[in-house]
C-alpha cells in the first residue's frame, strides 16, 4: 500500500473547512500522524506491550476509531494464535476502512480481525478485555464521551483494560503554553511550515476538542473506572490506562 507525504496544508487556502478524515487525509494518514503527534510511535509499540500482558483468552480486543489499523496490528502481533481471541477494528471514515482492510490483509495472521465502518457510539462493547481508544475520543462531542466510556466499562471483563490516547489542554496557563510550543517545534522539526500547522490549527478548530487529563479522569471515574492514570507523556499529548478491577 502506497502513501504519499503529508502536504494537504501547504498551499495558503482561502476558505478552510474543518478537517474530516477523507480519502485524501487517508493516502497521507501514517505521514501526518507520525509528524504531527509526539509519541505517537511509542504508543503504537506499547500497546502491543499492554496487550501481551492484559488480553485474556476468547475475549474481544477494540481499536476504537482505528484509522489505518495501527493498534490493531500492534494487538495483532501480540496475541498467541491459540488464544481464540478476535479483533475489533472500528472508523466511520470509509476512506480509512477501505485502506484499512487492505493494511490487514497484507500481514499473514490466523488472528481474526473484524473491521467496522461505523460510528464508535453505535458499538456494543463486549466481552472485552482491551479496548483502544488511540487518539479517537478528542473527535468525539464532548457530551457524547460520558457514555462511551460508560459502554465500555460495562463491556469489559474483570481485569479489562482501556487505553486512551489524547491530545490534553493544561489548567496552568504558563504549562499549557510551554507545552504548545514545545509541540510546535515538533512539527517545525518534522518539517511542516508555518503556513502549514497554522491551516491545520483552523481546520481543527472545534473538531478535535481537548480537554484536561483531570477531566478525563474525573469521566473515567463515572463511568465506573476506579483505577486511572497517565503512563505516557510528551508535551501535550498522553496515554491514560484504566482498569476496570477484577471481582
Ligand atoms: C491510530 N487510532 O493510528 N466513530 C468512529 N470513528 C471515528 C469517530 C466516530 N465517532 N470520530 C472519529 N473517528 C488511530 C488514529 S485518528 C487520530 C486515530 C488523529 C475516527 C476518524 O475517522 C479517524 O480515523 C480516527 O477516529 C482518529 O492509532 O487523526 O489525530
Known amino acids: 500500500m502506497m502513501y504519499n507525504t503529508d502536504n494537504i496544508y501547504s498551499k495558503a487556502v482561502k476558505n478552510i473547512s474543518g ?7 487517508a493516502q497521507v494518514f501514517p505521514d501526518m500522524i507520525k509528524r504531527s503527534v509526539p509519541g505517537y510511535e511509542k504508543i503504537i509499540q506499547t500497546i502491543a506491550m499492554i496487550t ?34 478476535q479483533i475489533i477494528a472500528v472508523d466511520n471514515s ?10 490487514i490483509e497484507a500481514y499473514r495472521s490466523e488472528i481474526p480481525v473484524q ?9 456494543q462493547i463486549e466481552n472485552a ?7 479517537t475520543l478528542q473527535f468525539l462531542s464532548t457530551d457524547k464521551r460520558l457514555e462511551l466510556l460508560s459502554n465500555i466499562y460495562q463491556g469489559l471483563l474483570p481485569g479489562g483494560v482501556l487505553v486512551l490516547s489524547e491530545k490534553f489542554i493544561f489548567k496552568d496557563d ?4 510551554l507545552l504548545i510550543d514545545l509541540h510546535l517545534d515538533f512539527k517545525r522539526q518534522h518539517g511542516y ?9 483552523s481546520s481543527l478548530e472545534n473538531v478535535l476538542i481537548a480537554e484536561t487529563v483531570t477531566e478525563h479522569c474525573q469521566r473515567l471515574q463515572k463511568a465506573g473506572f476506579k483505577h486511572n492514570n497517565l503512563w505516557f507523556q510528551c508535551f501535550n499529548f498522553g496515554s491514560i490506562i484504566s482498569i476496570k478491577e477484577k471481582i
Open 129 to 135: 478485555s482491551v479496548v483502544v481508544l488511540n487518539f
Open 94 to 103: 470509509t476512506a480509512m476502512v477501505k485502506r484499512c482492510g487492505e493494511t
Open 193 to 201: 511550515s508555518d503556513l502549514e500547522i497554522s491551516q491545520k490549527r
Open 19 to 25: 478537517f474530516t478524515f477523507d480519502e485524501q487525509v
Open 115 to 123: 473491521i467496522i465502518n461505523d460510528d464508535i457510539c453505535n458499538i
Open 52 to 85: 501481551k500482558r492484559c488480553a485474556l483468552n476468547n475475549s474481544n480486543l477494540y481499536d476504537l476509531g482505528c484509522s489505518l489499523g495501527a493498534a490493531t496490528l500492534s494487538m495483532r502481533s501480540a496475541l498467541k494464535e491459540t488464544t481464540g481471541c
Open 174 to 177: 504558563v504549562t499549557h503554553q
